[in-house]
Nanobody, 114 residues
């Protein structure tokens, strides 16, 4: 079992930056891919970015250039710059590993508003 805990969300103004953090605990050696997803009110959860154990990174095309994912030990981070109101969502951390293991965090709220 892998447990994930996100932090770093908050209310910011348009153009601001935030860094989200996700800490994995439990069977962390089983994790291969860690990533971020987000869900805005009234929408389905969407992929933001992911990073594999060997460092391969993927981004949602629409977010390239503003969002940067990084990973270190049991942590995964999401650096977001030039935030827009459309980035308002609950951001979830996900860990995928061997044998179909798939864990989600509880989410952290990001609100972008003037």
């Amino acid at each position: 079992q892998v447990q994930l805990e996100e932090s770093g969300g908050g209310l910011v103004q348009p153009g601001a930056s935030l860094r989200l953090s996700c800490a994995a605990s439990g069977d962390i050696l089983s994790i291969y891919t860690m990533g971020w997803y987000r869900q805005a009110p009234g929408t389905t959860r969407e992929f933001v970015a992911s990073v594999t154990k060997d460092g391969t990174i993927y981004y949602a095309d629409s977010l390239k250039g503003r969002f940067t994912i990084s990973r270190a030990d049991n942590m995964v981070y999401l650096r977001m710059i030039n935030l827009e109101p459309e980035d308002t969502a609950v951001y979830y951390c996900r860990a995928q590993g061997n044998g179909g293991r798939d864990s989600w965090g509880q989410g952290t709220q990001v609100a972008v508003s003037s």
